[in-house]
């Protein structure tokens, strides 16, 4: 438990740098109380609190061996015509638990223009983690949860594609047009990618990574931007500049 509150503190610090004393403390918390991981992605500090992820609710449920997960949607509460979905979860602890109930909705009002026209995805992921959070007592809300998620900014000259090192050896040629390829299908931001990928490898820049670091990388964003794009979106956004810094 020591090991686990010092890296959360460690990487909080090197991700976010200072934070002030009363998220320290509700970091450590967090860290005793449900083992969540900073490193993992299992939280983000937005606005001055704490917010749980979904994949940090679902390696939760995993390590506390979770029964089982069941959602329906609520079509008294859904027009697909106006891509306004509502979902409900319902989360069973163990074998004969009568389960915990949370409801999830999305519609293009309260969704990022990141994620629009996954409305109904994302309902099903908001109604999946607030039950996870009952079943499991997190007091603090999701980052899917609230109403639309950081943006990353985007000048309208943008490139798509990636910053290549200065050495131009990004894993080789297959490597690199592997992880162009990502970027361009799921509509991810190149450059907080890449922020993302030196923490990932755990490299000072990201010329210094080895290639099969990279391989592991690019495969690794390749699966979560499947399973849970929402969740990585959280997760690449943690690497947004703070505000007033330098540009």
Same mark, same amino acid.
């Given at each position: 438990?020591?090991?686990?509150?010092?890296?959360?503190?460690?990487?909080?610090?090197?991700?976010?740098?200072?934070?002030?004393?009363?998220?320290?403390?509700?970091?450590?918390?967090?860290?005793?109380?449900?083992?969540?991981?900073?490193?993992?992605?299992?939280?983000?500090?937005?606005?001055?609190?704490? &917010?749980?992820?979904?994949?940090?609710?679902?390696?939760?449920?995993?390590?506390?061996?979770?029964?089982?997960?069941?959602?329906?949607?609520?079509?008294?509460?859904?027009?697909?015509?106006?891509?306004?979905?509502?979902?409900?979860?319902?989360?069973?602890?163990?074998?004969?638990?009568?389960?915990?109930?949370?409801?999830?909705?999305?519609?293009?009002?309260?969704?990022?223009?990141?994620?629009?026209?996954?409305?109904?995805?994302?309902?099903?992921?908001?109604?999946?983690?607030?039950?996870?959070?009952?079943? &499991?007592?997190?007091?603090?809300?999701?980052?899917?949860?609230?109403?639309?998620?950081?943006?990353?900014?985007?000048?309208?000259?943008?490139?798509?594609?990636?910053?290549?090192?200065?050495?131009?050896?990004?894993?080789?040629?297959?490597?690199?047009?592997?992880?162009?390829?990502?970027?361009?299908?799921?509509?991810?931001?190149?450059?907080?990618?890449?922020?993302?990928?030196?923490?990932?490898?755990?490299?000072?820049?990201?010329?210094?990574?080895?290639?099969?670091?990279?391989?592991?990388?690019?495969?690794?964003?390749?699966?979560?931007?499947?399973?849970?794009?929402?969740?990585?979106?959280?997760?690449?956004?943690? &690497?947004?500049?703070?505000?007033?810094?330098?540009?």
């Amino acid at each position: 438990m020591r090991r686990l509150i010092r890296s959360n503190a460690d990487s909080a610090r090197l991700r976010w740098g200072a934070l002030p004393k009363i998220m320290v403390r509700a970091l450590k918390g967090l860290s005793i109380e449900h083992r969540l991981s900073v490193r993992s992605g299992d939280l983000l500090p937005l606005d001055g609190r704490w &917010y749980v992820t979904h994949t940090g609710l679902l390696r939760l449920a995993r390590r506390s061996r979770c029964a089982g997960i069941s959602v329906e949607a609520v079509p008294e509460l859904s027009d697909a015509s106006a891509s306004r979905w509502a979902f409900r979860a319902t989360v069973y602890r163990f074998k004969n638990c009568k389960g915990f109930v949370g409801y999830g909705d999305a519609a293009p009002s309260n969704v990022s223009p990141l994620v629009r026209g996954a409305e109904m995805r994302v309902a099903e992921t908001r109604a999946v983690s607030r039950a996870l959070r009952k079943a &499991y007592g997190i007091g603090i809300c999701s980052v899917e949860e609230i109403g639309s998620l950081v943006e990353a900014p985007q000048s309208s000259g943008e490139s798509k594609k990636l910053p290549r090192p200065a050495n131009g050896n990004f894993g080789g040629p297959k490597v690199r047009d592997r992880l162009c390829q990502i970027i361009r299908q799921h509509q991810l931001d190149p450059n907080l990618v890449k922020s993302y990928a030196v923490d990932f490898c755990g490299t000072k820049t990201l010329r210094e990574a080895t290639r099969e670091q990279v391989e592991n990388f690019v495969s690794h964003l390749a699966d979560w931007a499947e399973k849970d794009r929402n969740a990585l979106l959280c997760q690449l956004n943690s &690497y947004l500049p703070a505000k007033g810094s330098a540009a």
